[in-house]
């Protein structure tokens, strides 16, 4: 068995959020296994996974030889909201070349406000995990503990509750 899906983001993008959220009781995504272990290594692993095995990384990316037939996504986030994030946690930055190779990938892309919101989301998990009903329930408990929100992400978040709870 291959991979089932693939997130693929820079750092900051929200792929730990991603992992998260695509770890279930039908599936399971290893975030940034390229930490960890060579691409090879991450195809056996997937083989042995009882549940729908993915990723959701910084960097597998880089690699060109995955199966093009794997459900794929780009979590997006622009490159000076980026370094400034890696700034205040005191981690440094990479080159903008990096980021034009990430922006020049052939897959749909997404942002972390576009995967918490329900609509969207349920899209993102129907290209993803066809296969595994999307969980609304899940996914707004999820968001609310999203730890990182922009001001941008806050305002849209209450909007959701007020009208959830309509």
Not at 68 to 77: F, Y
């Amino acid at each position: 068995m291959s991979l089932a899906f693939r997130v693929y983001g820079l750092p900051r993008s929200g792929t730990t959020w991603a992992a998260n959220w695509l770890t279930t009781d039908h599936s399971l995504c290893w975030h940034d296994p390229c930490e960890a272990a060579y691409p090879g290594d991450i195809e056996r692993w997937a083989a042995r996974q009882p549940r729908l095995p993915g990723i959701s990384c910084t960097g597998t990316w880089h690699y060109r030889d995955w199966d093009p037939e794997v459900p794929t996504i780009c979590l997006d986030r622009p490159y000076a909201e980026i370094l400034a994030s890696l700034e205040r946690l005191g981690l440094p930055g990479f080159p903008e070349g990096v980021y034009s190779l990430f922006q020049a990938l052939p897959f749909p892309r997404y942002t972390l406000a576009d995967m918490l919101n329900p609509v969207i989301a349920k899209e993102i998990w129907t290209r993803l995990l066809p296969s595994v009903p999307f969980d609304h329930e899940r996914h707004w408990e999820l968001a609310k503990m999203n730890v990182q929100p922009s001001a941008h992400e806050i305002s849209r978040i209450a909007r959701a509750c007020a009208s959830r709870s309509r």
